[in-house]
């Protein structure tokens, strides 16, 4: 039985290692990865979908603009775990996302994917034409939801990323990260 929660501390090495299988290493030269690094996703905004004890998919909505004095969200990555595909995860995922940011009044989302897929989530590029990602991308895949019916009237600018960033690790932790690395590879020869 699959079950869709907020994710947790101890959720992040699966998420990754879900992530990784899902979308490969290209998916740190996404443009939207630009506006996702070194930040924290939006509170209470980070969902997985569970299988037993096996984390199976995912999804984030980060803060970003959409245009100056705009406030919107970025949804992504979204993933599913290849053997769990065509079971309804992925939607009710995005179902699930999409619900709990109005519930946080949240009055937008924006995403770069396919408008086949997301345009049943109410997703189109019909608010989008006068809004752009700071690196390449196609510009059909820019779509949006409105959460608040004309929030995005009028849009126009640069989609940039807001909220809070990640917290930087302290110098002691980088050493004493940088010594265990040191004795783990001494320990190995």
């Known amino acids: 039985m699959v079950t869709i929660r907020n994710e947790t501390c101890g959720d992040i090495e699966a998420r990754e290692e879900l992530l990784d299988c899902v979308w490969g290493a290209s998916r740190f030269g996404k443009t939207a990865e630009r506006l996702r690094e070194d930040r924290i996703p939006a509170d209470g905004l980070s969902l997985v979908a569970e299988d037993g004890l096996c984390l199976v998919g995912t999804v984030w909505l980060w803060h970003v603009c959409a245009g100056p004095d705009r406030p919107a969200l970025l ?3 979204l993933a599913v775990d290849a053997a769990h595909r065509c079971h309804g995860i992925g ?3 995005m179902w699930r996302a999409i619900a709990a940011a109005r519930r ?3 009055c937008a989302i924006v995403l770069v ?3 086949a897929y997301y345009g049943r989530f109410g ?4 608010k989008t034409g006068a809004l752009w990602l700071p690196g390449p991308y196609e510009r059909h895949r ?4 409105e959460l608040v019916p004309g ?3 009028g849009a126009r600018g640069l989609v940039g990323a807001t909220g809070r960033t990640a917290p930087t690790p302290s110098l002691e932790l980088l050493i004493a990260d940088l010594s265990n690395n040191r004795a783990s590879s001494r320990h190995a020869a």
Do not use: I, Q, V, Y
Not at 123 to 126: H, N, T
Not at 142 to 145: F, K, R, S
């Open 104 to 106: 946080r009044k949240h």
């Open 91 to 93: 939607s009710t995922l």
């Open 113 to 115: 994917g396919d408008e």
């Open 142 to 145: 820019l779509l949006a939801c």
């Open 151 to 153: 929030a995005l009237d």
């Open 75 to 77: 949804l992504g990555p």
């Open 123 to 126: 997703f189109s590029a019909e």
